[in-house]
């Protein structure tokens, strides 16, 4: 099976891949956050030029990054299209029902900028972050949730374990549809229903083995002492280094920036 | 009945550099009432070989011929090629499905089309056949042992009455009295409905005592073809294949090294207690 | 001194449900096993599917405990200890399972290997020692950083294996390691543990329907219906082939000739166990 390239992890010896998953985490929210702070050009200019230079620091070929995209364009058009047709204000176009209007074709092109930064920002995060490391930082990063109760390790250790799993419940579906077939059974041909019900065979057996597993896994789990997130180490714990530090240094001056660009830009 | 591959080859990502062969030019036929093992270390393309066939897997170099027919020519029902060459999966018992164990091993008559009458006596059949009676129908499958489960399991594709039976490690797992149950049981369903036989299994002992023909892969390429008495002889070559010999046979060959004239051909102990009784010139 | 692992008396009853009476039934798994095992030793626990093998072991690393009696493990008691407590058991006796993608948790090989120590807060650098050491004991220190999906089965079993040596186990129990391995996998396996017991000095408590690998070890322990049947060493039981078919066993091939030779008047002695034997054996009655 195939997975879209979108976000998916994109090794190489990079600035970005080495900082800290909680910066980037950081940095993530803190960019969504101010594609919606400025409305003007110039501040998408410049979240553009930013997210420009941080891509180039990550060594992520920008044709990956696009291919990335392709996922999404139905998203795009679909938005793209709502704003241009059923925006009203000054008509530039007209004909028969249908309308365009000025601000129509602004909010398109603003909603779709918006968006193609959004989803290339985030993406971007993951792209340079192994799985385990965006588990690890989510963990640590959102630790301060403890205080409310939020059983932050075991989410955590619940991501991690999924991730293992997930190549291996695949391959194993793979296998019971293999054997399913050699006994005649069809999964291609009739309509959705019928195709629904020609999927029990399937999933049933898959469910059952989903089920076996995570019993032999908690049980070697235990056996290899685990007893909740009290009193563990880490192989690797999370620790800031100065490329961190200058890396939210560089965060908060762009931010400043960008709010600057609006207050000039609004007046 | 016959199934006949002619230069086959397999090449699971064509698109990639150098791609990598699974299966590379075998050229074999089986037929209805024979029993053929099937060996060779993990990766040397055996799965590979037995989903071609029976049809799950398209050769992309070769063809695979049903009674003559080419099973992958437009407008040829390869579900006929799936009831003719039953396949039975490495643990099979991971995908029974149903409420009970009667309606599973229904499962497969049914998608043939067959009437409810028939698939329920077709499925009894089978599973009297592999040892399971009257009890099991109404108990849920996941109920069973681990090796009721296989049994169940494997009478799934016996309902279809195939006139082939490939078996992919059909005892992996069980114990030694569950692996000779199961094997005895496979052997009387060669000799009494002559159903051919392919088994695939890591154990020379096996298919040593059980198969009249073997077959030896290696590196996606069919190696041997011939009885297993005569593939036996080049357990050296076999071991640098990752594979052996039945113990008896290096039991024969040390005793020769030793100057014991005895033949170094023998399968089954049966066979090595003669031979070294004759040579010892106590029989 | 102090024994280091005993089994006193051991019960072990579960409930299962039969789902038309609705009722509970008791099923006993163990009954009145008592057993001591030796620091250091070898041994192979054999017997049919269902015999109780594998509840036995799992007495001993604590994800069981006894119904009645009492096991031992380094002197702490398994039934008396708390169960917020009982971890500390389990690093004595760690367990390697059948299924080798089912009991591996890391994303990375280093990762999975760690698991253990990080679980019962070993400091970082010597987590990152103790991962290296253990790795280099299975063989597997090239493949630390890779994902473990790629690796072969007897590689997933080693690298589980040193899963459990990174905790510094006096013993490690393994339920049916070999089980779905091929038989370089087996090989792979096997050599490696012999490896940890001779050169380590771990003791090794080793599940199989392998009878083949049981040869080598101390001791051979055959269990039938929750209860241990014979016990002795290879060639001690080996020799008992009669009984050992009764209960749904067999015994290597050379030594099942050995045996048909026997019968057949030759003047072999008991429980042969290696080709070598019985080629000398037959030697030198010519």
Redesign the interface.
């Known amino acids: 099976m195939r997975y879209t390239t979108l976000g998916q992890y994109y090794d190489a010896d990079s600035v970005i891949h080495r900082l800290d998953p909680r910066v980037k985490l950081v940095f993530t929210i803190v960019y969504i956050v101010s594609l919606y702070l400025g409305n003007s050009p110039f501040c998408y200019i410049f979240a553009g030029l930013f997210l420009a230079v941080v891509i180039r620091l990550s060594k992520v070929p920008v044709r990956y990054m696009l291919r990335g995209l392709k996922a999404v364009i139905f998203l795009l058009l679909f938005t793209a299209f709502f704003n241009i047709f059923l925006s009203q204000g000054d008509v530039v176009f007209q004909w028969g029902f249908i309308t365009i209007t000025r601000q129509g074709i602004e909010t398109a092109v603003r909603m779709a900028v918006r968006l193609v930064l959004l989803i290339m920002g985030s993406s971007l995060m993951t792209l340079t972050t192994t ?2 490391d965006l588990t690890d930082g989510l963990e640590k990063g959102l630790g301060f949730l403890k205080v409310f109760h939020v059983p932050v390790h075991e989410i955590g250790m619940m991501m ?2 999924a ?2 799993f997930i ?2 419940l695949v391959e ?1 579906a793979g ?2 549809m ?9 999964f291609d041909s009739g309509g959705l229903i019928k195709k629904a019900k020609a999927m ?2 399937l999933l ?2 898959l469910f ?2 989903a089920f ?2 995570a019993n ?2 908690a ?9 909740g997130g009290n ?5 690797h ?1 999370l620790k800031y280094r100065r490329l961190d530090f200058i890396a939210y240094g560089v965060l908060l001056l762009y931010l400043a920036l960008m709010i600057v660009l609006k207050i000039v830009t609004k007046s | 009945m016959q199934l006949e591959l002619k230069s086959v080859s397999l090449v699971y990502d064509p698109d990639v550099q150098n791609p990598k062969k699974a299966v590379d030019d075998i050229s074999l036929t089986l037929r209805k009432g024979e029993f053929a093992g099937l060996i060779g270390h993990t990766g040397s393309g055996k799965s590979t070989l037995v989903q071609i066939m029976n049809g799950l897997l398209k050769p992309t170099e070769g063809t695979v011929l049903l009674d003559g027919q080419d099973v992958h020519e437009k407008g040829f029902p390869l579900r006929n090629l799936r009831r003719q060459v039953g396949l039975v999966f490495q643990y099979p018992e991971y995908q029974l499905f149903e409420e009970t164990v009667l309606k599973d091993v229904c499962f497969g008559p049914k998608n043939l089309g067959l009437p409810k009458e028939e698939q329920e006596e077709r499925a009894k059949k089978a599973l009297s056949r592999v040892g399971l009676d009257a009890r099991y129908y109404d108990a849920s499958p996941f109920e069973l042992s681990g090796g009721e489960k296989r049994r169940a399991a494997i009478a799934g594709v016996l309902a279809m009455e195939p006139d082939i039976l490939i078996l992919d490690e059909p005892t992996a797992g069980l114990d030694p009295q569950g692996r000779n149950d199961l094997l005895a049981e496979i052997r009387k369903l060669n000799e009494e409905e002559g159903t051919g036989i392919v088994l695939v299994s890591h154990s020379m002992e096996d298919v040593a005592a059980y198969a009249s023909r073997l077959l030896v892969m290696n590196h996606a390429r069919l190696v041997y073809d011939d009885t297993p008495r005569h593939v036996f002889e080049h357990y050296k070559e076999l071991e640098a294949m990752g594979l052996s010999a039945p113990q008896v046979v290096y039991v024969m060959h040390a005793l020769e090294a030793r100057g014991l004239d005895v033949r170094t051909d023998v399968l089954t102990i049966e066979e090595a207690k003669r031979e070294i009784l004759r040579a010892l010139g106590r029989k | 001194m102090e024994e280091f692992i005993r089994l006193q008396d051991v019960v072990y009853e579960y409930h299962a449900y039969a789902e038309e009476e609705h009722e509970e039934e008791t099923v006993r798994a163990l009954s009145h096993i008592s057993a001591e095992i030796r620091e250091g030793s070898f041994v192979v626990v054999l017997g049919h599917n269902g015999s109780g093998k594998s509840t036995l072991a799992k007495q001993v690393n604590a994800l069981l405990l006894p119904t009645e009696g009492y096991v031992y493990v380094c002197g702490a008691n398994t039934r008396e200890t708390p169960e917020e407590d009982l971890w500390k058991i389990r690093k004595n006796a760690g367990m390697v399972f059948q299924n080798p993608d089912n009991q591996i948790i890391g994303n990375v090989v280093e990762e999975d290997v760690a698991f253990g120590p990080e679980n019962i807060g070993i400091p970082e650098e010597e987590l990152a020692r103790r991962v290296t050491r253990a790795l280099e004991k299975v063989g597997m220190e090239a493949y630390r950083m890779h994902s473990p999906n790629r690796l072969s089965g007897g590689q997933k079993q080693r690298i589980a294996i040193a899963g459990m040596l990174a905790l510094k186990p006096k013993c490690i129990l393994m339920d049916e390691p070999t089980a779905m391995l091929d038989p370089m996998g087996r090989k792979e396996v096997l050599e490696t543990v012999h490896e940890l017991n001779r050169k380590e000095g771990i003791t090794i408590v080793l599940i199989t329907h392998y009878m083949e690998e049981a040869v080598d070890a101390d001791r051979v322990i055959v269990m039938d219906r929750g209860q241990i049947v014979m016990d002795g060493t290879p060639k001690e039981v080996f020799s008992r082939m009669e009984e050992l078919r009764a209960i749904r066993m067999s015994v290597p091939e050379v030594t099942e000739l050995a045996y048909e030779l026997r019968k057949e008047g030759l003047d072999l002695p008991e429980g042969i166990l290696s080709i070598e034997e019985l080629t000398e054996a037959l030697c030198s009655l010519n």
């Open positions: 799985p385990n991690s374990i991730l293992r190549p291996i194993e296998r019971i293999m054997a399913q077939k050699a006994r005649g059974a069809d029990i065979p049933i057996p059952v083995a076996r597993r032999d896994l049980q070697a789990m235990e056996a290899r002492c685990y007893h009193g563990r180490t880490k192989l714990p």
